[in-house]
């Protein structure tokens, strides 16, 4: 077990994330943060909290994407689906998809994929907190992201959110 972010470091690397975040953007008006549910929740939200703090009375949209049924890499079991929670039209919108880990494309794909059933939106960018290079099965690269690592398909990344850490096992 390696921890890749400490407490400390995983606090600032989601700083930096939404620092970088606004400062591509004019305004918030066009553009719109989505969570892909289930990993990319807890990130998301403190991407979004960051960002309200950073820009005071901005409207700030923010939803969640479910994409169980999108998938193309689990057909063996049933699965429960989550909640999308999307409030607001992405068309002609810039969304910025957030997750926590990028690792082969596939969720990022069924993301892209479930985002359709909300429109077209302008541009989609992606922001993850760890990048894992050289295990990708799509051409899909992140936009934003704290960390890029090279791993072995065997090993894991997780962010544990009650210890306030990144590990790689």
């Given at each position: 077990?390696?921890?890749?972010?400490?407490?400390?470091?995983?606090?600032?690397t989601i700083k930096r994330l939404s620092q970088q975040l606004i400062e591509n953007f004019h305004n918030l008006n066009?553009?719109?943060?989505i969570g892909i549910q289930p990993r990319g929740i807890k990130v998301s939200e403190k991407i979004v909290e960051q960002v309200m703090l950073l820009c005071p009375?901005?409207?700030v949209q923010y939803g969640l994407l479910d994409i169980t049924f999108y998938r193309d890499d689990v057909r063996k079991e049933l699965h429960v689906a989550n909640n999308t929670h999307i409030p607001f039209s992405i068309e002609g919108k810039r969304v910025i998809l957030i997750d926590?880990?990028?690792y082969t494309g596939r969720t990022t794909r069924a993301a892209l994929d479930a985002l359709q059933?909300?429109?077209r939106p302008q541009k989609v960018e992606l922001c993850v907190l760890?990048?894992?290079?050289f295990n990708?099965?799509?051409?899909?690269?992140?936009?934003?992201?704290?960390?890029?690592i090279d791993t072995l398909?065997?090993?894991k990344v997780k962010v544990e959110w009650d210890k306030q850490q990144v590990v790689l096992y």
């Open positions: 077990m390696q921890i890749l972010y400490s407490a400390q470091q995983l606090d600032f066009q553009v719109v943060f009375g901005e409207k926590d880990v990028l059933d909300f429109g760890v990048n894992r290079r990708r099965e799509l051409p899909i690269q992140p936009d934003y992201y704290g960390t890029a398909v065997s090993q």
